[in-house]
């Protein structure tokens, strides 16, 4: 094999397994048809009725009932990847609602994930004594995401010279 066939098998191995790695599904994501800021959804939920969302955040609470569960989540902007930013700065919160168990032990407090669902709604609730309005978000598919600087295996692919920390 030449070098350069070799090398276009190792560039399509990485490729292959970086997209592995990545967030939500394509088929997730094909299904998305809302684009707007998390800001205007926050302000009027009710506008955007049925449209698919991809959201992400940290998880603020998991509340299991006998009819559903769901996340209440600290929203947080999202990189190209699909990955929540780990930053200090929200927009607001929302919740994920499904009717799937989703054990809060393997989804706890600080937990960074991303999201594809339906725009169900909204739900009132308080945050200490101020009301608040959630938009619900009835859950197709979500990621969670390694912490930042975790020791899990990643995956770097890069063509130079440079140090890597």
């Known amino acids: ?37 998390f800001r205007a959804l926050q302000q009027q939920p009710y506008l955007y009725t049925d449209k698919v969302v991809m959201l992400g955040g940290k998880i603020i609470s998991t509340e299991v009932s006998t009819a559903d569960t769901r996340l209440l989540v600290l929203h947080v902007s999202l990189d190209n990847n699909g990955r929540p930013r780990d930053e200090l700065s929200s927009e607001g919160r929302f919740i994920i609602r499904t009717d799937q168990f989703v054990d809060p032990a393997i989804y706890p407090p600080g937990t960074l994930i991303s999201a594809a669902g339906r725009v169900v709604g909204s739900e009132r609730r308080t945050i200490g004594q101020m009301d608040y309005e959630y938009p619900v978000i009835q859950l197709i598919e979500i990621k969670k995401w390694p912490p930042p600087g975790s020791s899990e295996p990643s995956f770097h692919f890069g063509i130079g010279v440079g140090t890597y920390f």
Do not use: D, E
């Open 1 to 37: 094999m030449t070098h350069l066939a070799r090398f276009v098998v190792l560039l399509a191995a990485a490729l292959f397994l970086s997209a592995c790695a990545g967030g939500l599904s394509q088929k997730a994501r094909s299904q998305v048809n809302y684009s707007g800021s």
